[in-house]
């Protein structure tokens, strides 16, 4: 939509009729639509029902003043030209009017032609001052996209969609709703001082929003817009405009924006349908990936899960392990100021660590006496079999090394490869810890449960030795901090 080729429209405010009546005739021979009021409150109502690009006022009328309207003007709507005009001009009422923001001034009697060309200026610098809006909105749309872009948890990217949104068209209040897996449209965030959740439940939004869904067009509406659709108002009475966008990947419908302004502000303007259109754009790409990559990464935990499940099955003493140290393995990884798609990883290795147990005898497994040394390296393999079994599997690739060094010892005395220190992956001295206080504190075939108490000081003992010290010491802070207690 382009507002030049649509017809501006003048109020024109003046206690004198026929002052009005000659201008109005006037303007509308220069192509423009007119309103007219003789007065300020009159003036109030007409700017509250109608669509006004431009105000012409009077100053000197009874009651609201022409100076009075100015400020209220300027207060909804800042960039709204308003041209000031009176009888009885002085410096200081022209000084005050252009401080107050009046365009321009004129006094009485003036030329027809001086007014045309003063308005001709005003509606040009309006359109300069909102292309260089344009400008500083589309260089901070481009951070807010990027922004967007780079957001992969689901509530946060809604969020983060909903606010940007607000900011940059400078709503009231805002909902942004989402098709849901049964394809009804559900609400996803709300947004707004005066606004409930259940404000945007009402029948005039249910409505609209399904409308732009299924239209795939968005809507602009104002209080001056008429009725849209048959048996419902317009426009909700307490909103002066509004925008309902639908959001669009390139195949459907995934949700629709409703933002809303209220009846003290400016309306919305085409400008900002277009600001809301890049937002939007950007926005339906990224909620759907996210969408997707939570998708794949359920379906990743729920084959990891039952891959974990599939080792506990032959050794009911385990039970609950493996979901114990990821539980554990995903609070020292954040303690210790892991990004996020590492603590995923670890997550993933706390719970498929002990895959390679799969290829185990279960009479060793199970055994509740002390194993023979034999028995003991026939367990030992376990870390290199587990390896070998997910190196295979694309998607597990990244956790051999967690997997497979997850028994070595910092000083070097574990196995399978008798690493030491830093040669030893992060990830994998993260699950040592985990792994040995999950299994102390746990029956075992050939020794009950050590306590909490007990199991800390062997950790600290270990300390440099079989663990990390710098593990050790977070997951005493930790513990201490009540963030993790054990309890199956
Ligand atoms: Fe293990």
Redesign the pocket.
């Known amino acids: 939509m382009d507002t030049d080729t649509e017809k501006k429209r003048i109020l024109i405010v003046d206690d004198e009729f026929s002052i009005c009546e000659v201008l109005a005739q006037f303007l509308k021979k220069d192509g423009y639509n007119v309103s007219m009021a003789s007065n300020g409150e009159e003036a109030i109502g007409i700017i509250g029902r109608e669509n006004i690009d431009m105000i012409i006022s009077d100053i000197k009328m009874p009651g609201i003043s022409g100076v009075d309207l100015l400020k209220r003007v300027k207060e909804s709507a800042p960039s709204m030209p308003v041209l000031m005009t009176t009888g009885f001009p002085t410096l200081d009422t022209a000084i005050e009017a252009l401080k107050l923001g009046a365009y321009d001034y004129m006094t009485k009697p003036f030329h027809l032609e001086e007014i045309g060309e003063k308005v001709r200026r005003a509606f040009n610098a309006k359109k300069l001052q909102e292309e260089n809006l344009l400008f500083s909105k589309l260089v901070s749309l481009h951070e807010v996209t990027k922004e967007l872009t780079a957001t992969l948890e689901v509530h946060e990217l809604n969020f983060k969609f909903l606010d940007y949104s607000m900011n940059m068209v400078k709503a009231d209040g805002g909902a942004l709703l989402l098709i849901d897996q049964t394809g009804k449209l559900a609400i996803s965030e709300t947004s707004g001082k005066h606004f409930s959740p259940e404000y945007w439940l009402g029948k005039i939004w249910v409505t609209l929003s399904r409308h732009v869904a299924q239209l795939h067009e968005p809507l602009l509406l104002t209080a001056a817009s008429p009725p849209l659709i048959e048996d419902l108002p317009s426009i909700p009475p307490e909103a002066g405009s509004l925008i309902c966008f639908p959001l669009k990947t390139a195949s459907r419908v995934i949700g629709v924006l409703n933002l809303v302004r209220t009846k003290e502000h400016d309306f919305f303007s085409n400008l900002d349908l277009e600001i809301i259109n890049v937002l939007a754009s950007q926005a339906s790409i990224a909620i759907e990936n996210v969408r997707l990559y939570s998708n794949i990464r359920d379906n990743y935990l729920k084959t990891i899960r039952a891959f974990a499940l599939a080792v506990e099955a032959k050794d009911e003493y385990t039970h609950g392990h493996s979901e114990n140290v990821m539980k554990y393995t995903v609070v020292l990884a954040k303690h210790l100021g892991l990004p996020d798609h590492e603590i995923e990883l670890v997550k993933y290795a706390g719970l498929l660590?002990?895959i390679g147990k799969i290829g185990i005898s279960e009479n060793i497994l199970n055994k509740p006496g002390k194993l023979t040394v034999q028995e003991f390296e026939e367990i030992k393999k376990?870390?290199e079999l587990g390896a070998r079994i997910i190196s295979d599997v694309p998607f597990l690739k990244s956790l051999v090394p967690m997997v497979l060094h997850?028994?070595e010892f910092y000083n070097g005395c574990g196995y399978p490869l008798k690493i030491a220190g830093n040669a030893i992956p992060f990830g994998a001295r993260i699950l040592s810890v985990a792994?040995a206080f999950e299994a102390m504190t746990s029956d075992r075939p050939y020794r009950k449960s050590l306590s909490q108490e007990v199991a800390i000081n062997i950790l600290i003992e270990e300390q440099g030795k079989q663990f990390d010290p710098q593990v050790v010491k977070a997951f005493l802070e930790i513990i201490h901090a009540g963030k993790v207690s054990h309890g199956r």
């Open positions: 660590h002990d376990h870390p997850h028994h792994d």
